[in-house]
């Protein structure tokens, strides 16, 4: 298999894995190459590189996921907790988690030099974060390795960058708890696409 076969394959094997072990099928090491090669190369507008990455391995990945129960403990209902203790449970039992984030200082440089721009800026960073999410999570799959797309900011966002002491301009946008698949994924269903997904105009 090869060109843009090899790639597909892989985009379609990228499934949403909840259930996940702590045991990894690759090295951490591999996997700290795997996200910085993402970060460096995933395409950002005006080649911003705004898009920023923070690897949790360890008790660093367990201390995510017990503030994250703790702050939901606080909001949560009581009677709808136990659904959601057991949700953070699984992410907590995988290997290690990704946090994404976007440099808002770099943002508002570019909104001052391209002030035509201006309000395009924070939507074309979210692109470029979507970006650097899919390839790091597409790359994480092909080594074996499952994932989810997480959302707990902003209720997080403030517990976060205290306890790892990241700079105040970068904004937490999703959580990426990854190990090995305990389990599959659920089964997947497409809507239609010709005429209603994709369309095509001036084929010959």
Do not use: C
Not at 18 to 47: C, G, L, R
Not at 81 to 89: G, Y
Not at 92 to 97: L, N, R
Not at 162 to 173: A, D, G, H, K, R
């Amino acid at each position: 298999m090869s060109g843009s076969a090899a790639f597909f394959e892989a985009v379609k094997n990228r499934r949403s894995i909840y259930k996940i072990s702590s045991e990894s099928t690759i090295p951490d090491e591999k996997i700290e190459e795997i996200i910085k090669t993402a970060v460096k190369y995933s395409p950002t507008s005006f080649n911003s590189q705004s898009s920023r990455a923070v690897l949790l391995l360890g008790e660093d990945h367990k201390k995510f996921w017990d503030l994250t129960l703790n702050i939901l403990r606080e909001v949560v209902p009581p009677e709808n907790f136990p659904i959601t203790e057991a949700k953070i449970n699984n992410f907590a039992a995988g290997h290690g988690t990704v946090l994404f984030f976007e440099d808002q200082e770099v943002i508002k440089q570019l909104q001052i030099k391209y002030p035509i721009f201006h309000d395009q800026f924070p939507a074309w960073s979210e692109h470029a974060n979507g970006m650097l999410q899919f390839v790091v999570w597409t790359a994480l799959e092909t080594e074996g390795l499952g994932a989810t797309l997480q959302h707990y900011n902003p209720i997080v966002t403030p517990k976060v960058m205290s306890t790892w002491n990241l700079p105040s301009s970068w904004t937490l946008i999703a959580q990426m708890p990854f190990g090995k698949p305990a389990a599959p994924p659920n089964e997947r269903t497409f809507a239609p696409i010709e005429g209603e997904r994709y369309l095509v105009f001036g084929k010959q």
